[in-house]
Structure formats: C-alpha cells, structure tokens
C-alpha cells in the first residue's frame, strides 16, 4: 500500500509538472505560429508558421463529389483527386492570390471500348495516385461492388490516341487486402526511373521477382504469444507492412522493405533516401510493446519489426533498425519531402509528415548523422478538426493539402510562403557522409550472390554505425551459406561473430543450433558495450526461436551463461535475459524477476515521462480528448511490470508456494491500472495461461486471489438497470437530422443523455469512460472527431461506414450455405471466427477446405433502429452525452 500511495503521488507530481511544462511551451509556439486571419472559418481555424499563408480551394462534400483522400499533379498542371469511395477528378487550379479560387473540375471517364454506363465508377476507390511515365498510376484500395468492380491492386491508365482523355486501362499487379490497412501510396523513385509501391499490414504481400530483405521471415520471440485480445491483426502474420519497387511497366517487382505497421506514403530527400511515417497501435498505450507513432528512413533491406499482438519487437535489436524519430499518439497518413518547394531552406531539407485524428503537419528537418539522419520536429501547421489525408508540392512551389477520409468533410488547401523574394537562390542539398557512401555501396550487394561482397561487406559487421552493421549483414545473408558459414565460427572478433551469428540463425538450418549456441556463450559477456550485450543475448534469442529448444546440456550452458547477468540496468536487457532464461528452464529466473515485478526501479519512469509530455501537448491542443488521456496517464502501470508478469505465464521450473502467491497477488494489483483498450484483455489471457499451470485442487484458490472477480460490470448489466426512454418514439431517418439540431444542443439533461446511452444498449458494445464493453469502439472522444450530424447520421444508418477494425467476413460454403462472424485467426486448415458480440471468447471453426469464398460484409454489426423508442429531446440529451464524452461537467449541460 505504501509503495502504490507514493507511486501514484509520483504520477501525479509527474502530471502536474507535465501541465506547467506543456503550457510554457505552448505559450513560446504560440508566440511563434499565426493564426491566419480570414473571414472564412475553414482558414480561420488554421495555425501555421510565421511567414506562411493559406487559400482555401475547393470544398468537394458540398457538390457531391465525396471526401478526398489522394492526389497528384500532371504534367499539364493540373490537380488530379481521388474520392476514398468513388470517382477520380481533375481540375485546374486557380494561381495563387487569385480572385476567384475556385478550380475548374471535371470527373474523369475513362473512353475505353467497351460499353460502361454512365452510373459505373470505372476507376476511383484509390488511396494513392501518381503521374509518370505518361501515365495515371492509380493504387485502388477496394474489395469490389456492384459499382466499382475492380478490387485493390495497382492500375495503370493511359491516353492511347493524345486526345486528354484516357482510354485504356491496365492492372498491372492485383494486391491481396482493402481498407484502413490496405494498399496506399505510390511513389516515383529519385532517378525518375521506376516507381515505389507501399502497403499496410492487412495486405498480403504478392510473390516477387526480387526480396533485398530475405524472404525467411518468422515471429523470432520467445515472450508468450498473446495476440490482440479484441482480435484486429490476429490473422496477420511477418512481414507486415511493406514497400516495393517497380518497373514502369510494372513487370518486375522487388522488396525493399517491411515490418511496418500502417504506413500510408512514403517519401524521398534529396539524396534519395526513403522515409515513412509508421502508425501506432492506440490499444497497445501503456504495454511494453507499444511503439508510437514513428518516423522511419526506410534503407535497402530494412526490417522494422512489426509482429501481432505482443510480439512487436524492440528497436535495440540488431535485426531490425530503428525510427528516426518517436512522434506519438495519432493516425498518419501523408508523407512528402520539402525539396522543390518555394519555402525557407529548412524547409526543403525537411520530412513533412500528416496526422489525420490531430490535424498536425510535422515539419521534420532531417541532418545528416552517419549512414542515417536525425530529426528535429516542429508543428508546422494544425488545425482542429482537420483530418489530413494526402499532400504534395505543386508546380508553383506551393503545399497542396487536402482533408476528408470516412467520409468526413473534405475540403483542398494550399499553403504558400507570402514573400518568395525573400529566399535564397538555389540550395544546396545535404552533404553525404563518408558514412553514407558506404551504406549504398554494401546495399550493391542486397538482392542477389554477387563477386566481392564478402571481401567488402564482412569487416563492416563490427561497425559502430547500426546502419552500416545492418547493411553489411543483409549483403552476407544475400551470399550462400556454404561461402561464410565457417568464417562465423572462425571470426575472432567479438562484435563481428555476433552480427555473423545473427545472419547464420536467420539463413542457417537447425543442424548449426548446438553448435552456434556454444560458440556464443564463449563470448566474454563482461567484456561488451551494453548495446553489443544486447546484440548478443538477441542473437541467442533468435537461434532458440528459429531453430527450437536443445539439449538439456546446452540449456545449462545458456543459462550459467546468462543468469549471472540476470537482472541488469536497462529494461530491454531485462527483457531479452528474462524470456530466454525462462525458455531455457532457468531455476532462478521466476525469483529474480518477482522481485523485479515488486521493484519500483527501472528506465521506466524516464519512458513514461516521454510519453506523458507527448501526451500532455494534445491535452491543452484538444482538452476534451486529452482529459481522457490525462485519466489514463495518472494511473498506468509500469510497462516493465507487465512484461515481467506476462514473461512468467509459462514458466514452470522454481516456483513455491510464496512466490505463486505473489505472482497471482500482482495480476489483482495489475487490474488497477488503466491503459490502453487491449490491456485488460493481455493481463487476464496472462492470468489464465498461468493458471492452467497449477494443481487443479488451487486452481480456483489462485483464480480469486488474481482478481477474477475485478473483471468489469458487463454492459448487459448496466442496460438492466437504466431509465428506460419515455417517447413518444418515431422510426429516425437522415432527413430529421437537420430540422431536430437547428438550434444546437445547449442545456440539454446529462442523467437523459447517460440514461438514453443505456437503454439503447449503446453500453452493450461501447465504453465510455472505461464503462461498458469494448466490442464496439471506444466513445469517449467521439466528440472530438465528429459533429452531433456525423454521429446521429451513424446512428441512423450504421452500415454507411464500417471501420476495419469493427468489420465481419461472410465464409460462403460449398453447400450453399454462409457463415458471418470477426475472423480471429486463418492458421492450419480452419478459420477461425467469433460469431457474438457478447461473448467474443466463444470460437467458431471452419474447415478451409468447405469455404468456396470469403467478403467483407456490408452490414454493421451496429443494429440500425437503436434510437426508434426515442423523443426529440431525448436523442438531443443522447448526442450531447456522447459530445460531451461523458463528462458531466462539459457546459453542453444545464447547469443547476
């Protein structure tokens, strides 16, 4: 109890410290970033840098063409735009400083031969858009319908005859996977010689003429598989997200890179170096395995990590590189570099990076740091709410950007500097660094076996530069096995061997296990840098996970190895030394790591600082939102705390009778802290998997000491309790949505609006304020992305949008049959599916080999009709609650 009251005393004096820091530097940016003074509401809300000034251009939601989502200009000039659920446009833009700004827009018919009436969509549904080669390249992220046929894949259109109208159209690569994680962008490469393709995670990655990372993947971790415990990814497998080169003609595909999360573009600098900005699982916030938002130079080869559920590896290790820069919490989606633009030179050197849920476009200046950059971030312009989908420098040296997505209000920017005159001249790209130089030189040797590549690439795998140690080992795993395979064993040099040994466990088979495990516990451990410990215990890591468990003699080699530096001074050691002990059967791992759990030392504070001042700057941007996040932060667990209790699930080698007391005792204190959604759905799969490794006759004894009776009051309990409506009722529709809220939504009833939540059983699938469930999402800050219009509209007709996350798949069988459910996992010979919402746990399988197709369904989950019992006034209470967050408090409410 002492050491929880000064823990959370802590938190809060964390907290306190965090609001005065984060209002003196909003005060010093607010002094910096203007306000643009307009007439216009929709360029009032923005705040941009000093110097700059913004046009708004086009509003397409207002003439029925859609909510943009991506863009490119051609070579003519003109802006052509895509509809994220329709058609493909093209305009010209009015120059800058122009009377009238209004673009001439024509929708784009594509004049093939056959015979398409006019109602058809022939091209559109596109999250990426390019212009080369003569070319529209048009990446389509769509399942297929009844007015769009086409599904995802990249498309190449072309104008046969020179009359501007494009006529023939050509799928130059079908792509496996649609939606929020689908295909996104394309890209031409530096050279003006081929193109870039990048996807997220929930697209397959299509068979290739060419892999510069070896196409080996695996999961490599020995930390307890749980995977997300409210199912998103858990059919998804390595590699992740990825990027791809190709040729014009698109014949040719190569790999560049994976492991990504959710990347939507990706961008070149002027030395022809790559960047993404790499989403952040919001369910995973407060976990070990949590990575923010993240700026990522994206290099030959490159692996970054990205695995389901808890696997997600850390950016210490040696087989995948890390982000340039940590952004934070938020949705990313555009990235473009600043080279061409008629901006200040910092500007032209600098990543601009798009956060849709913030309305933030980071500045990112990139300087040179070795084979790799550092980056330093700005707010360059914001507004609220502004959800950026897609960017680009036009013709003119101008930004161009737009704002939509899900169908929310989109509307066409452009930002400019107010006196070009002012700049410079020509500016001078970035040096390249010897270091640089010799990145790209080893990368000659990524793809293929090629003379010479050992002889160079070799004595590079002791390099201080992560960089250059990353490529020389991708050009060593590119070359046979039998050319190097004894140099690893032969390498006297410490570091060398390791990086050698990485590259062996990864392109070796299980006849190496025994004898690579031996070579390495013969390294002096004592003798290394922290990072090269790191190196070291990884690679022995991924030898176990790669090729299995040995002998009971080398398992006692590994863990007299190892136990000795068991526990460390860094939580990423720690990590690495406590599952592989436990894999290895250590006796003394589950002591030493118990007392880490009750431990209140650690990096962690310094991490959870980090965070909090992230988090901090959106609390004062967006109170509303942040308040909720501000909750969270006050009473989140240590992360090193839930990887020390998740890393013992499986550990059966050292337990007594008092240490299972306190392992089971801290699963009940872990209960307490609040974090992201899938937290309490980690710790309770952790609980049980413990549990089914006690005697039977203590099995329930331990279940009730770990908290099973802490499990949250169900929704289906809160809605038998609520104030059931009064009417009179009506069957809602659209067309009542405009008339009922004229006159805004002030002093209305927060008790109506919480009791109207409850009795439509709203609680049932949704949480709000960490009541209810969480089948559905999460409403607490649904008030700071959407207007009462959106949400009563969603409400109304709720299979108009359906996020990814919250979708079902129709199985349809042999027999004629079909079967609806959450597709929970695809391994082996069955599907798996969750068919209730209320007991996502009850499993259903399909055998694959009954399934003649599968369909992302069209019907939400969300029954229309939830609101028919309602009156006016009640519905009004109803969205002012679900404006308001929950919050009583919120000035939407009568106050007494």
């Not at 965090?18 to 203007?34: M, P």
Request: proline letters at 5%.
């Amino acid at each position: 109890m002492i050491i929880n009251f000064l823990r959370i005393n802590k938190l809060n004096l964390l907290l306190c410290s965090v609001f005065i820091f984060a209002i003196s530097c909003t005060s010093e940016k607010n002094a910096k970033n203007e306000t643009v003074q307009s007439d216009n509401p929709k360029i009032a809300k923005l705040k941009l840098q000093p110097g700059f000034d913004a046009e708004h251009l086009y509003s397409p939601g207002d003439n029925n063409m859609g909510s943009w989502v991506a863009m490119t200009f051609d070579n003519k000039g003109r802006l052509i735009t895509s509809d994220q659920y329709g058609a493909l446009y093209r305009m010209e833009v009015a120059p800058i400083g122009a009377d009238n700004l209004t673009p001439k827009i024509e929708k784009l018919k594509i004049q093939t031969e056959a015979k398409v009436a006019d109602s058809i969509i022939q091209m559109g549904y596109a999250q990426g858009l390019l212009y080369a080669f003569n070319s529209l390249y048009v990446v389509v992220n769509h399942r297929g319908s009844d007015d769009f046929e086409k599904t995802s894949g990249l498309y190449r259109l072309q104008d046969t005859d020179n009359d501007d109208q494009y006529d023939k159209i050509t799928l130059l690569k079908a792509l496996d996977g649609a939606g929020e994680h689908g295909p996104h962008g394309i890209v031409l490469s530096p050279d003006g010689e081929s193109l870039y393709v990048i996807a997220g995670n929930h697209t397959d990655l299509p068979e290739m003429e060419g892999y510069r990372l070896p196409n080996n993947w695996q999961d490599d971790n020995l930390f307890p598989q749980i995977k997300d415990p409210r199912g998103h990814a858990n059919d998804r497998g390595a590699p992740g997200g990825w990027v791809a080169n190709l040729d014009p003609e698109g014949k040719r595909w190569e790999l560049v890179a994976s492991g990504f999360r959710n990347p939507f573009d990706l961008a070149f600098n002027e030395s022809g170096d790559m960047f993404v900005y790499d989403s952040d699982m919001e369910w995973d916030l407060g976990m070990p395995w949590y990575r923010p938002t993240r700026i990522c130079h994206v290099t030959s080869g490159a692996e970054f990590g990205w695995r389901t559920g808890n696997g997600k590896w850390s950016a210490a290790y040696p087989d995948n590189v890390p982000p340039v820069l940590n952004i934070g919490q938020g949705s990313p989606t555009n990235v473009m570099h600043g080279n061409g633009a008629k901006f200040p030179e910092k500007y032209q050197h600098s990543v601009f990076a798009f956060d849709w849920s913030f309305g933030i476009i980071y500045a990112i200046e990139m300087k040179a740091n070795g084979a790799s950059y550092t980056g330093e971030k700005e707010e360059f312009l914001s507004g609220i709410p502004l959800p950026l989908t897609d960017g680009v420098i036009g013709p003119d040296g101008a930004m161009y950007f737009m704002t939509g997505g899900r169908r929310l209000e989109s509307d066409l920017y452009r930002v400019y500097y107010k006196n070009p005159d002012e700049l410079p001249g020509a500016v001078a790209n970035l040096e390249p660094t010897k270091e640089n130089e010799i990145r790209k030189k080893l990368e000659t040797y990524h793809g293929a076996p090629k003379d010479g590549a050992l002889d160079f690439a070799w004595p590079y795998l002791n390099s201080k530069d992560r960089f250059i140690q990353y490529a020389a080992r991708i050009a060593v795993e590119h070359q046979p096995v039998s050319t190097w395979q004894e140099k690893v064993y032969a390498e006297t040099n410490a570091v060398r061997k390791i990086h050698a040994a990485v590259a062996l466990a990864r392109q070796g088979d299980k006849s190496q296990r025994d004898r690579l495990l031996n070579s390495l516990v013969h390294i002096d451990y004592a003798s290394l840098s922290e990072q090269n410990q790191v190196d070291l215990v990884r690679v022995i890591e991924l030898t176990l996970a790669r090729f299995g468990k040995p002998n009971a003699d080398i398992k006692r080699k590994i863990s007299g190895y190892l136990s000795a530096h068991y526990p460390a001074d860094t939580d990423v050691l720690n990590q690495l030394l406590s599952k592989t002990l436990v894999f290895v059967d250590d006796a003394s791992v589950i002591s030493k790591t118990l007392a880490l759990l009750e431990s209140e030392e650690g990096e962690n504070a310094s991490v959870m600082a980090n965070t909090a001042t992230d988090a901090a700057d959106l609390i004062l941007r967006n109170p509303q939102y942040g308040m909720d996040i501000a909750e969270t932060l006050k009473n989140m667990p240590l992360a090193q705390h839930t990887y020390y209790g998740l890393v013992l699930q499986d550990a059966t080698i050292g337990w007594t009778p008092e240490l299972r007391e306190k392992y089971f005792k801290w699963f009940y204190r872990a209960f307490s802290f609040k974090a992201g959604r899938s937290y309490i759905g980690f710790i309770d799969k952790a609980r049980k998997k413990a549990l089914t490794h006690v005697a039977a006759n203590k099995k329930e004894f331990y279940n009730q000491m770990s908290g099973d009776s802490l499990l949250s009051k169900s929704g289906n309990e809160l809605v038998s309790s609520a104030v059931q409506p009064k009417g009179p009722g009506k069957r809602w529709e659209e067309k009542d949505i405009a008339p009922l809220l004229a006159d805004g939504l002030q002093n209305r009833n927060f008790e109506t609006g919480r009791n109207m939540f409850l009795a439509t059983n709203c609680v049932t699938c949704h949480s709000m304020r960490g009541e209810g469930e969480n089948i559905g999402p999460e409403l607490s800050q649904i008030g700071t992305r959407f207007s009462a219009e959106d949400i009563l509209k969603a409400i109304i007709d709720p299979s108009d949008v359906i996020s990814d996350q919250y979708n079902t798949t129709v199985f349809m069988l042999k027999d004629g049959n079909s079967i609806v459910g959450r597709l929970i996992g695809e391994e082996g010979e069955n599907y798996t599916v969750s068919q209730n919402p209320y007991a996502p746990d009850v499993l259903r399988t399909i055998p694959k080999e009954e399934v003649t197709g599968t369909k992302m369904s069209s019907v939400s989950l969300m029954p229309p009709g939830t609101i028919n019992r309602l009156s006016d006034d009640e519905v009004k209470d109803l969205l002012a609650y679900l404006i308001a967050g929950g919050d009583a408090e919120n000035e939407i409410f009568a106050k007494e």
